[in-house]
């Protein structure tokens, strides 16, 4: 092992740090990391502390304020961090915990799903000179006003890399529960296999398509800045796991790389809207000024009535938002019913050698077909090919495609 001044980031999720048993297994990694150099480690709160938190805001309102979720789920982190640091400290390893408020990881004023805008290394670069660890509360985040924000679901994976670029750090691993990158969730599709190595091209589709494995915003800044990202398993330190490559200038070695399925959808639609320059214009200005993030927009036109229906997909979390933005719309725009439909998943294909291969919409959709699985929406772009269907369908489908794509001999 060789010693570096420069630090290395590691991130245990939730469950690696589920109960103090864990925290101390954790504990052991880091005594087991220290020699190569100091360890900047980042954490998501305890187990299922962050559904726990939702549901009691929930129970005192169906619909929380924004504002204050944030101050409760940001709760979760300071806890964990505490402790892991706790740990380190009576075994005698100088340690040090930080909120992202005591590092100075500054959002945007997004509650909920902010994205990180600044981040100040002096807090950590003076604490490295008398600590060898450096615990950061991962997913938080504080506006320039002070306002305690979070990333969004799954957000300490975009602290660590964050952190990692700022502090140009050795490396990033993401400990979680299973061995690295897999063609599929190793939980639902067990003859997926595990990927040595992937680009970050196709894992910022697998991501962004549902694959809870890593967080989307952080495959996005490790690619930004370079960052040699690993997603390892907790419980088998010594494995390698995945290594995620800039695999632009590779030369193209599969044709597809995965399957994932994304059920935190829904699709909405609004009809009748008259056929004219600018409405589709005002229906999404009208929802990106909400901060909803829409999807797969499709228009069906009627040509001899000159009307046509807009349908889109947003996260599950946005539809009552969505469908109250539209119904204001409605009258101004003259246009029809608003509809939702939360019961449907995404089920994709992604791959950095789909590009101009003829043949692969049509084998998908043939599968499904075969299924009797009905397809309500279809997207494609040069890496991915992604199709909604019931929610009740979709590991169907996903298993389905799986096999026939013979994802479990790439
Ligand atoms: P953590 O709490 O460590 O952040 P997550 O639950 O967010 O862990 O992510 C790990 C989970 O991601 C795995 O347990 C697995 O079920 C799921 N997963 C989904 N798709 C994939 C994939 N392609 N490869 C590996 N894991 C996946
Ligand atoms: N604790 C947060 C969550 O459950 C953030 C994370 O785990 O990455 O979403
Ligand atoms: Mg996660």
Same mark, same amino acid.
């Given at each position: ?7 290395? @980031? ?19 990694? @880091? ?30 309102? +169906? =619909? ?40 100075? &990881?500054?959002?945007? =004023? ?9 981040? /100040? ?10 600590? !060898? @660890? ?39 691993? *993401?400990? =979680? ?5 897999? =063609?599929?969730?190793?939980?639902? *599709? ?6 040595? $190595? ?17 967080? +989307? ?34 030369? &193209? ?16 639609? *609004?009809?009748?809207? +008259?056929?004219?320059? %600018? ?12 901060? &909803?993030? $829409? !999807? ?16 889109? $997909? ?13 119904? !204001?719309? /409605? $009258? ?23 590009? %101009? ?9 043939? *599968?499904? %077909? ?5 397809? /309500? ?31 479990? /001999?790439?």
């Amino acid at each position: 092992m060789t010693t570096s001044n420069q630090p290395s @980031v590691l991130k245990f999720g939730g469950t690696s740090v589920k109960n103090i048993a864990r925290i101390q297994h954790v504990a052991e990694i @880091v005594k087991q990391r220290l020699p190569a150099g100091p360890l900047i480690v980042v954490l998501s709160a305890m187990g299922d502390t962050t559904d726990y938190l939702i549901k009691l805001a929930r129970q005192c309102a +169906p =619909t929380p304020d924004k504002r204050e979720l944030d101050s409760l789920l940001s709760t979760g982190e300071q806890i964990s961090i505490a402790l892991l640091s706790i740990v380190l400290r009576s075994m005698d390893i100088r340690a040090k915990s930080f909120t992202a408020y005591q590092v100075g &990881i500054f959002t945007e =004023t997004v509650f909920n799903k902010a994205r990180i805008i600044d981040l /100040k290394t002096e807090a950590l670069q003076e604490a490295l000179k008398d600590n !060898d @660890v450096l615990i950061v509360a991962g997913f938080q985040g504080i506006t320039r006003s002070g306002e305690i924000t979070t990333l969004g679901r799954g957000g300490s994976d975009t602290t660590a890399v964050a952190l990692a670029a700022a502090m140009n750090a050795q490396v990033c691993d *993401i400990f =979680t529960d299973v061995d690295g990158i897999y =063609t599929a969730d190793p939980n639902a *599709i067990p003859k997926a296999r595990l990927l040595s $190595t992937i680009s970050y091209e196709e894992v910022l589709e697998m991501a962004r398509l549902g694959a809870q494995v890593i967080h +989307p915003r952080a495959v996005e800044l490790g690619r930004q800045y370079g960052v040699k990202l690993r997603v390892r398993n907790t419980f088998k330190p010594e494995h390698p796991g995945t290594t995620i490559h800039g695999g632009k200038d590779l030369e &193209i070695y599969r044709t597809v790389s995965g399957v994932a399925v994304d059920k935190d959808q829904a699709r909405v639609a *609004i009809m009748d809207v +008259p056929d004219q320059p %600018g409405v589709a214009a005002k229906i999404m200005r009208a929802l990106a000024d909400k901060n &909803i993030v $829409t !999807d797969m927009i499709m228009q069906a036109v009627h040509p001899s009535l000159g009307l046509n229906n807009v349908t889109f $997909t947003v996260h599950e979390t946005d539809v009552e938002e969505s469908v109250s933005v539209l119904r !204001d719309l /409605k $009258t101004q725009l003259r246009a029809g019913e608003v509809l939702a439909d939360a019961d449907i998943a995404k089920v994709s294909l992604i791959g950095a050698g789909m590009v %101009g291969q003829p043949g692969i919409a049509a084998k998908f959709f043939e *599968i499904l %077909g075969e299924a009797g699985i009905n397809i /309500k929406m279809i997207a494609t772009s040069e890496m991915k090919l992604t199709c909604v269907v019931s929610r009740d369908d979709a590991q169907r489908a996903a298993k389905l495609i799986h096999d026939g794509f013979e994802l479990d /001999k790439v």
